[in-house]
Every structure is written in structure tokens, then in C-alpha cells.
């Protein structure tokens, strides 16, 4: 029968996505709780028709609960994820938490879905499956196809990244930002402490001893983990630029074997999650606004790297929802694997 589900953070744009993703899906559930820090609880909320209190989330939250949706941030899942599993939950987080753990599954469902497939619902056993970073998902939704065919050993990416990536408040404060230097005024800088709208700056995670930001780095170990691949080499610069909700990223693969734009399009034309848009006629190419609140991931841009002999090269450029599939939508899929 359909399983229990807890949806940890459900206060949190990811969180609400989680809401809208299960409703789009029609994602089969017996029973719901809605769990958010002591600062929600005991608000209410309507989903599919049916009005929830917020509980705050405790060490008893998850008795009973088949699968849990977490996105409340990395201490809130090393605190509570050991404690669902211990209760028999299975945990998708989409925290940074538990990616690299070797026993845990960092899993993108059209990329790499046996990577979870000894973990099954009703065994009374609960787990941990972890959601990959979404400038790492955005990424690999394409660039994985490609792999799978010509086997990339060299991958470069620079991501455009939006806001929501800071989450709901930083969403609001680039609005807020907006309207201000359109007014003349100065800016309210709270989130980030240098202004956001109209600019764009090097994204914020902490820069680490060897000059990479953590975000950057993060796109490096979850390719080579997801691909099961030690020896990719991976690159990254990431930007946040001001955009509400979908990340951009430019990709530059270089094969093993050879590979032309011509087939990579044929490839990518039939890649689940994936939408092609590249037309170079009308310089139409995935822009973030197209793709914001959608499942598919675009991509365009596909042209053979001419810096790289023989087909070796490829560049491309993908854009997806940062909150959807980037978080939420993939997560999701993640639970309706377990079904
Ligand atoms: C960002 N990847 O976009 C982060 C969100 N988890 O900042």
C-alpha cells in the first residue's frame, strides 16, 4: 500500500516544491507530515485539499514514516537523518550532508538509477539516498548522455546561478534590490554583503586552501561519484548571477572517443529529462526564464570545441530550474524508485 511520508523543511522554497512535485505527480501516499523548525510549527497548510499543521521537527518525528524528503540544510540532516533511518525511513536528502559518504547513493533516477537499487521500501530498514548539488544534476542531465556514448575525460563547466540557490530570502532580496537602485536608492545588502541586482560575483561558499569555492568542488566529486569515474578530470568556476530560479551552465567536454555535434544532438534529442534548444538561425538558444517551473532540463549551444582535434571536443550550454529538478523534482523521483 501507499507509503508515510515526512517532508523535513517544508517551510523552505525546496520544501514547497517537494509539495507541488508529490501533487504534479500524483505521488501515491497514505499519510503526510509537514516538519519545519519551532519557528513554523503550528502554522497550517492546505495541500491537495487537506489542511496540515506544521509539527516541529523531533527525535520522534519519524516514527512510522516510510520515506523522508529533507531539505532543511546540512546540520539539520546530520542530526535527523541517522535518527529517520534508525526509525526505519528511508531519507532522500537534499542536503550536502551525506553525498560523498561511500555508503550512501548520490543518485540522479535518469543517470544513475541502480546505484539505489538495493534499497527497497517495506523492509522495515531505512536508508540514506542523497540528492546530488543542482549545478551537479543541471550538469549531468546532459552531459552524461554524451559520456555514455564517447566517454568524457575532461569536463569544464561554468554555471550561471540563480538566486534561489541562497535560498527563498535571497530571492526576495534581489527583488527587494532591484527596485531599489531603480529608485535611486541604495541597495539592502543583508543576504550577500556586496549588491546583487545588476551584478553578478563569484558564488558565495566558503573558497577553500586550494582557491575553489565548495560549491565548485562539489561539482568536481559528485561528477566523479555519480559517474563512478575517479579519473574524469572536472573543473568548475561558479557565478551567482541575478536570476530568480533556474541555473545556467556552460560545458566543455572532451571524449575519449570521437564525437559529432551532429550525433551529440541526436543524443540529447532522446534524453529523458532533456529538451534540445538550438536553433542558430533565430540565435534561439535555453535561456533560465524558459525553463523556470519546468521538469525538463535545455540544452543548446552544441558545437564541435575547435580548440580539440577529431571530433574530441564538444561545447554546450544547459539551462534547468534550480528548485525543480535542481532540488525537488529529482528528489522525488529518487522516492518514486522505491514505489
Ligand atoms: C546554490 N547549489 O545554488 C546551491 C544550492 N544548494 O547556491
Known amino acids: 500500500n501507499a507509503p508515510s511520508l515526512a ?13 507541488s512535485v508529490l501533487a504534479d505527480r500524483n505521488f501515491p501516499y497514505r499519510s503526510i507530515k509537514m516538519l519545519a523548525s519551532k519557528r513554523s510549527a503550528g502554522k497550517r497548510l492546505t495541500f491537495e485539499d487537506k489542511e496540515y499543521i506544521i509539527e516541529e521537527l523531533t ?14 540544510g546540512g546540520s539539520i540532516s546530520k542530526r535527523f537523518g541517522p535518527i529517520a533511518v534508525h526509525s526505519g525511513s528511508i531519507v532522500v536528502d537534499n542536503s550536502s550532508a551525506f553525498r560523498m559518504d561511500d555508503n550512501v547513493p548520490l543518485v540522479i533516477p535518469e543517470v544513475n538509477p541502480s546505484s539505489m537499487a538495493h534499497i527497497k521500501l517495506g ?27 564517447a566517454k568524457v575525460v575532461r569536463m569544464v563547466v561554468s554555471t550561471y546561478q540563480a538566486a534561489s540557490g541562497a535560498g527563498a530570502a535571497a530571492m526576495e532580496e534581489l527583488e527587494l534590490q532591484t527596485r531599489e537602485v531603480l529608485e ?40 566523479r561519484k555519480i559517474w563512478n569515474d575517479k579519473d574524469v578530470k572536472v573543473t568548475a568556476t561558479c557565478i551567482r548571477v541575478p536570476v530568480m530560479r533556474a541555473h545556467a551552465e556552460a560545458v566543455n567536454l572532451q571524449f575519449k572517443n570521437p564525437l559529432d555535434e551532429d550525433t551529440a544532438r541526436e543524443i540529447l534529442s532522446q534524453a529523458p529529462g532533456v529538451v534540445v534548444i538550438d ?33 574530441l571536443g564538444l561545447d554546450i550550454f544547459v539551462c534547468g530550474d534550480q528548485i525543480r529538478k535542481g532540488a525537488a523534482l529529482n528528489a522525488v523521483q529518487i522516492a518514486e524508485m522505491l514505489l
Do not use: W
Open 7 to 19: 517532508v523535513v523543511g517544508v517551510s523552505g522554497a525546496v520544501g514547497q516544491e517537494f509539495l
Open 59 to 72: 527525535e520522534d518525528s519519524f516514527q512510522g514514516v516510510d520515506i523522508a524528503l529533507f531539505s532543511a
Open 123 to 149: 523492509t522495515g530498514k531505512g536508508a540514506l539516498i542523497a540528492n546530488p548539488n543542482c549545478s551537479t544534476i543541471i550538469c549531468l542531465m546532459a552531459a552524461t548522455p554524451l559520456h555514455q556514448r
Open 184 to 223: 535611486g536608492k541604495s541597495p539592502t545588502c543583508n543576504i550577500f554583503k556586496q549588491q546583487y541586482a545588476f551584478n553578478l560575483f563569484s558564488h558565495n561558499a566558503p573558497v577553500m586552501g586550494n582557491g575553489y569555492n565548495e560549491e565548485e568542488m562539489k561539482l568536481v566529486k559528485e561528477t
Open 279 to 311: 536553433d542558430r538561425a533565430s540565435n534561439r538558444f535555453p535561456t533560465p526564464l524558459e525553463v523556470s517551473n519546468k521538469d525538463d532540463v535545455a540544452v543548446g549551444r552544441i558545437r564541435q570545441d575547435v580548440s580539440q582535434e577529431g571530433n
